[in-house]
């Protein structure tokens, strides 16, 4: 009964007191790969992930089908739900400093996880407490292992938050904007960390951003999401060298680059559509610019491409190229550097 | 630690000089004991005398420096109604007054928190719905309606329980039933919303997320958040102990320190009034430098502010 692929979406739907924020999400993650999500605030990129843990609040109503390993979480007992999380499947989040407990102290809170999934306590937890948070790099673990979480700082709260979630020793780690409240050259050393950790343990991860080139240094692979649904998914390569999807174009057109001749941004026009009224056919079409009458009436399957990518546009930009794989991580570098 | 604990200390007897000093000053300024102790009819010479008896022929200012000097030696006045010592007057009075408070103290905590609280962990639900109505007829009743609805109901109607007295604990039950359902409507409102605030929180999906049973995500993970509002409640509650009980003491003749302080205001027995109001401010300012102390014990981001 175990498949290939670790976790297995299929259709996820997500509604929120009856309006629908997520509309089918069918996604794989292979074992120790990394896969990115990216897209604009409120398309449901975090919403899939907590979904699928159950981590929603009461109010939302969740369908379809989560597997981890063919055992399904949709639906079972709410024992099911807390065998996986931390222990299969760990997740960080966006806001690391609220995203841990302010009274409780900080070694306390990696001992209490590694005690739910290794069955460890006293001297032996404090013992591996103190290893992970060695390997997740704060310094002097020893004597911080006693202090509050107020008494670090957001990085190494995301540190603290990312040893908490080693504890378990999950097959995947789900990483939801681990970076965006954190300072620029922190940001770079926890998306280091995630890439060391992930080579160390080979845990698959899932690296959900809006930040596209911190996607590219993490993942090998990206989901470009709109409006709760996935409109392109592919290889980092193929989705930078030549995105299909008018949506994903825009997200590249819209990251200023460091190098080159000085050029205009171009933001993509108007916001997202708000969930409650999602504009009839391909939901991206009231701000594309290629948008033709059929994409107002049908919305796009999505359907696997040629080079394997998956697209669900009528009308994509650019085109397959013969040689694109120089051009690709030329874009690549440039973003990330 | 030491530095906010004296600081405190000073704070709190800063406070009760206050409440002494406007109570003697207001009690002064508002009537005379000399006609209330004496009647309307009695000839000058003798309210003179018992003026000068009770020094209130002497300028305000000098009666004040008198009674402060007086209290640092512990002498407390004397009853001009009883001739005795007032605080010991006073002192007799209180654990009438603590048999009504502290089981109402108790029945507001063991009910109040833990109908907030799972009206929280189970919001929408009837049990939510029932208990936020609960709370609303429990603390918008006045205690002297709801002291005279339940005599209507227990004492008049259903004749299970006496109305007035302190002679059987039967009698201690419609007094600490009047006091008690406000206060456990005010707590159950406040740990609901304490506890609906918490589970709203990132850390507690973080506690989820790491796998952690839904009990000891409410048990160690929010419960502990929660408890500084609750505890600030409860503080002001134990506050109240000795101050809490005047109008359910009147209404169902109940011989503790709120009575008391009624018929003192009412005679303009001055000792006994000042005796009794710093009683008051003391539990009130006492149970306050307790909760500020538990607030550090609560929540270290406190304690670290206080440090400072």
Known sequence: MVSKNLVELRGLKVAFDGVQVLHGIDLDVGRGEAIGLVGESGCGKSVTWLAALGLLPGKATVSGSVRVDGQELIGGPRTVLEGVRGKRIAMIFQDPSSSLNPVLRVGRQITEALAIHRGLSGDAARAEALRLLDMVGIPDARRRFELFPHEFSGGQCQRVMIAMALAGEPDLLVADEPTTALDATIQAQILDLLIELRAETGMATIFISHDLGAVSQVCERACVMYAGRIVEQGTIEALFDNPRHPYTRGLFDAIPRLDGPRERLIPIQGTVPHPRDLPEGCAFSPRCSHAAVDCRSHRPDLDPLADGRLLACHHPVGQVLADTRRNAETRVMETVS | MLRFVSTRI???????????????????????????????????????????????????????????????????????????????????????????????????????????????????????????????????????????????????????????????????????????????????????????????????????????????????????????????????????????????????????????????????????????????????????????????????????????
């Open chain 2, 10 to 308: 000073l704070r709190a007897l800063i406070t009760i000089l206050a409440v002494l000093t406007f109570a003697f000053v207001v009690l002064r300024m508002s009537g005379d004991p000399a006609q209330v102790m004496l009647g309307p009819d009695v000839p000058q010479e003798s309210v003179d005398a018992f003026r000068k008896a009770w020094g209130l022929d002497q300028p305000l200012w000098i009666q004040y420096l008198a009674y402060i000097k007086a209290i640092f030696t512990g002498d407390f006045g004397v009853s001009m109604r009883d001739k005795a010592s007032a605080m010991q007057l006073v002192i007799e009075r209180i654990p009438a007054t603590l048999q009504l408070t502290i089981p109402a103290l108790f029945l507001k905590v063991v009910i109040g928190i833990p109908a907030g609280v799972y009206a929280a962990l189970h919001r929408q639900s009837a049990v939510d719905r029932g208990v936020i109505l609960a709370a609303i007829f429990g603390f918008t009743i006045p205690s002297f309606v709801m002291g005279l609805l339940l005599v209507l109901i227990f004492s008049i109607t259903l004749g299970l329980l006496p109305s007035g007295g302190q002679d059987t604990w039967q009698h201690g039950i419609l007094p600490t039933l009047t006091m008690s359902i406000g206060g456990i409507g005010i707590l159950a409102r406040f740990s609901r919303s304490a506890m609906i605030e918490v589970m709203g929180q990132p850390y507690i999906r973080t506690a989820s997320a790491k796998g952690m049973p839904w009990q000891d995500v409410v048990w160690r993970h929010a419960l502990p958040n929660a408890a500084v509002p609750i505890v600030t409640i409860v503080g002001f509650m134990v506050g109240s102990l000795i101050a809490g009980a005047v109008v359910v003491e009147s209404i169902f003749s109940w011989p503790g320190i709120g009575r008391l302080l009624v018929v003192s205001v009412t005679n303009r027995d001055l000792a006994v009034v000042q005796c009794i109001l710093l009683m008051i401010a003391a539990t009130m300012v006492v149970s306050n430098l307790i909760v500020d102390l538990l607030y550090g014990w609560l929540d270290p981001r406190l304690r670290a502010q206080s440090a400072h």
